[in-house]
C-alpha cells in the first residue's frame, strides 16, 4: 500500500516544477504518472482513480493533484479546469500519451469509453426513439428513459441498478455517490459489450459520440 512517503516526493516535484514558472496543467499530467494510489480519502471525499482496476478517471485524479499546487496556480485557470475541464490550452493526445504513460493512456481511453461515452449512449438512443415517434405522427406520448435502458440493456435502470449493488455488495437503499456511479456506468458499459453484437455496439457508440461531441461544442472530445 502507498504511504505518505511514496506521494510525498512527486508531489515535492510537482510544485518545484510549478514554482519554477513550468507549464502547470502539464506538470500535473506528468505527476498522475507516478500517482500510486487507485483510490484515497482526503477530509472525508473519496477519490477514486481507476474502476475496476483498468479504468483511469483521469480528470479526478487531475483534482486530487491541483490541491497540491493550488497556491501556485491562477485561481481562473484553476476554476475553468476544475469546474469545466477546461485546461489553459489544448494538449494533444499524442502528448497526453507521452506525459502519463502509454499504460495509464490505455485506461484513460477505457475511462472515456466506459463511462463518458457511455454516458451518451442512453441518452442517444432515447433521442432516437423520440425521433421515430415523431416522424409516425405518434406525438400522444414520448419515449420514456426505461424504454432506452430496456433497447440497450435489456432491462429498466432500477432492475440494473440492483443488480450491480447486489454485484459489489453495496447497500440496496443507498444512494450511489460520485464513485459508484462512475462504477455502474464502467459495468454498463461492459454488459453492452457482452450481451449485443458487434455492429449493434458500434451503431449505437457512434450515436454517443456525436451526442458527445454536440454537447461539448468547439471543445471537442479530447482523447479520442
Not at 504511504?3 to 496543467?25: F, H, K, M, N, S
Not at 499504460?103 to 466506459?114: E, K, N, P, Q, V
Not at 433521442?127 to 406525438?139: A, D, M, N, Q
Request: net charge neutral.
Amino acid at each position: 500500500m502507498a504511504t505518505d512517503d511514496t506521494r510525498a516526493p512527486i508531489i515535492e516535484t510537482l510544485r518545484q516544477r510549478v514554482a519554477d514558472g513550468g507549464d502547470w496543467y502539464r506538470a500535473i499530467l506528468a505527476a498522475s504518472s507516478q500517482w500510486p494510489l487507485e483510490s484515497e480519502a482526503i477530509d472525508g471525499e473519496d477519490f477514486t482513480y481507476l474502476l475496476d482496476g483498468e479504468a483511469l478517471d483521469l480528470m479526478r485524479l487531475c483534482e486530487r493533484l491541483c490541491l497540491t499546487v493550488a497556491d501556485l496556480v491562477p485561481e481562473d485557470e484553476l476554476a475553468a479546469l476544475l469546474a469545466n475541464d477546461r485546461p489553459p490550452f489544448e494538449v494533444s493526445r499524442d502528448e497526453i500519451k507521452e506525459l502519463i504513460g502509454a499504460d495509464r493512456y490505455r485506461a484513460y481511453l477505457s475511462f472515456l469509453y466506459g463511462v463518458l461515452v457511455e454516458e451518451m449512449v442512453v441518452l442517444a438512443v432515447l433521442e432516437e426513439l423520440r425521433k421515430k415517434r415523431r416522424v409516425s405522427g405518434r406525438t400522444q406520448y414520448d419515449a420514456e428513459l426505461d424504454e432506452a435502458y430496456n433497447y440497450v440493456y435489456g432491462s429498466t435502470r432500477a432492475d440494473l441498478m440492483a443488480a450491480f449493488k447486489k454485484e459489489r455488495g453495496l447497500p440496496r437503499r443507498r444512494t450511489l455517490g460520485l464513485a459508484n456511479m462512475k462504477a455502474f456506468t464502467y459495468w454498463l458499459f461492459k454488459l453492452r459489450l457482452r450481451s449485443s453484437d458487434k455492429s449493434r455496439v458500434a451503431s449505437d457508440t457512434k450515436r454517443a459520440l456525436t451526442l458527445l461531441h454536440r454537447h461539448m461544442g468547439m471543445r471537442g472530445a479530447r482523447g479520442f
